[in-house]
């Protein structure tokens, strides 16, 4: 394995994930909620969601700040290895672990695992574990 020092941005990292940490403590202090993102869009999809006004300008803000660090630091590169079933497969498969796991990694990775919660662990083990062995099953084993 090699890392490719030119695109090895820890500083921008770091301050996404202090950003990260400080959006959901934030949301967790001002609602006392966690800041799950599937969580949050399942009740914003709701009609008779409770808090939908700050959940839906939480999800905004999820939107708007990519937006806003491409309008001062340029888009990245972004390239799909998959054609679009790949993708879709991709995307159904994320959202039935989401369901099934009820959560995701903002959820049971950031809020859960800072709660110390023995739940999130369990989760985020599983789904991180099956995304390593996904990934070495299609590029080492499959070539693909």
Known sequence: MTIDWP????????????????????FALMNGRIAGISGLLG?????????????????????VAPLLWWLFAGAPVVQFQTGWPGMLVAGL???V??????GCTSGHGVCGLARLSPRSLVATLCFMSTGFAVVYIIRHLLGA
């Open 7 to 26: 695109s090895f941005t820890p500083w921008s990292a770091l301050f996404g994930g202090v950003l990260i940490g400080l959006a959901a403590s934030l």
């Open 43 to 63: 009740s914003v999809l709701q009609k008779a969601g409770e808090g939908r006004g700050e959940k839906g300008l939480f999800l905004l803000g999820v939107l």
């Open 93 to 95: 498969l994320v959202g």
């Open 97 to 102: 672990g989401t369901r099934y796991a009820a």
